[in-house]
């Protein structure tokens, strides 16, 4: 229960009540003597409060499963980083790391051969750009040595070879039509069925011919554009080797790096969220699950604490107490358990935001106790006094 708060009474009210007592006395003896009053300095703000840990954690499953192993029991002190908890079907967690691992180690692999071939690849790039050099030289001399007014008269030519050999097709489809409806074996059919055939294949012939005239022009053009890109691309891959190695293979090969050392990181933390383990050095202070249990992210599986420095927290000093403390301010401490014993503080932290209680405007005040041998307990109800000078 709350101790009932000492109210602080003006001093000349106090001196006019005396005096009020006295009036009804005649006898000097009577007249009691004067006690002095004080000022109010001294008095106490008293609030409840609850003794609390250091650090107090509510410990999580990330995923939800299957209970593997729990590795401590109610009570054990561990250090930061202890495994608490095991979940279990940890293959597919395993699987994943060995990928992203191997996935790691080629990407590796790759930048380390990026860089170790640099100077390799930089004179293979000299040879490329000096054989397409050659390439383009020899294209070159064959373009400047090809006779276009020759090329001219031969396109002319054929042209008009194709020009003759269809007008002699098409007299040939006609002459061939008056007889196409006789017997095969008729003579005047098979006469113009053969120079009919005969025509065909001149045209056909004359169309391959110029076919071949129009080529020679475009594969002697078509040569040396085709080698002027490929020497402007060996020439760029040797510019860009000239000082190590190609930058865009490095951009690409670090990126890899990269996202496999990424990939490596997820697929550690994933394998790691599998273990509980200790936030900082403390107590295992209650277990919530054992092997052979589901566990869910929604419920805690352990309770951590650090004891070794108690703490009180109380939430119950109003708007019209709160104006009174002051971080820094002593207080003293009776457990409910051990009236007989009283313990020192200071206020560690004010709240600053509010809540409702019974009516009232509360804030929230922490409060570091001084060292001591008492046998607290987490939770213990204590009486604060704030000391007001």
């Known amino acids: 229960m709350k101790t009932q708060k000492l109210i ?25 003597t004067p006690t002095p009053v004080s000022s109010g300095a001294g008095l106490a703000v008293v609030a409840e409060g609850r003794i609390m840990p250091r650090e107090n ?24 980083g202890t495994v608490l908890l095991r979940m279990g079907d940890r293959e597919a967690y395993l699987a994943n790391l060995a990928t992203a691992q191997a996935e790691l180690t080629a990407a590796q692999q790759a930048l380390d051969q990026l860089n170790r071939t640099a100077t390799l690849a ?5 040879l490329d750009e000096a054989a397409a050099q050659q390439v383009y030289n020899t294209t070159l001399k064959a373009r400047d040595s090809f006779d276009q007014d020759q090329y001219e008269k031969d396109l002319d030519q054929a042209k008009s070879d194709v020009a003759t050999a269809l007008s002699e097709l098409k007299d040939a489809q006609t002459e061939f039509a008056k007889y196409a409806d006789r017997e095969k074996n008729n003579p005047d059919r098979v006469r113009t069925k053969a120079a009919l055939d005969a025509a065909q294949t001149k045209y056909d012939n004359a169309v391959i011919h110029q076919t071949e005239v129009e080529n020679r022009f475009i594969q002697v053009n078509s040569n040396l554009e085709v080698a002027r890109g490929r020497l402007a691309e060996a020439s760029r891959i040797r510019q860009q080797r000239a000082n190590g190695p190609d930058a865009d293979q490095l951009a690409l090969a670090q990126s890899n790096l990269a996202a496999a050392q990424a990939g490596l990181t997820a697929a550690q933390a994933a394998l790691d969220h599998l273990d509980v383990v200790a936030p900082y050095d403390g107590v295992v202070a209650r277990i919530d699950v054992s092997a052979g249990e589901n566990a869910s992210p929604s419920q805690p599986v352990i309770v951590f604490a650090d004891p070794n420095q108690w703490f009180v927290e109380t939430t119950d000093l109003t708007e019209k107490e709160i104006v009174n403390i002051r971080v820094g301010q002593s207080v003293t401490i009776v457990p409910d358990a051990l009236p007989a014993l009283t313990l020192t503080g200071t206020v560690e932290r004010i709240g600053l935001t509010y809540t409702e209680k019974s009516g009232d405007i509360v804030y929230p ?17 204590v009486e604060v006094r704030f000391l007001q000078k």
Do not use: H
């Not at 930089?122 to 000299?126: G, S």
């Open 365 to 381: 005040v922490r409060i570091k106790l001084d060292p001591s041998d008492a046998a607290l307990m987490w939770g213990m109800t």
């Open 57 to 80: 954690t509510n410990l999580y499953v990330v995923a939800p499963g299957r209970v593997d192993q729990v590795l401590v029991t109610e009570g054990d002190a561990v250090t930061q």
């Open 8 to 32: 602080r009474i003006p001093a000349f009210v106090v001196v006019i009540l005396l005096l009020q007592t006295g009036c009804g006395s005649t006898s000097a003896k009577d007249t009691p």
């Open 122 to 126: 930089y004179n293979q790039a000299l």
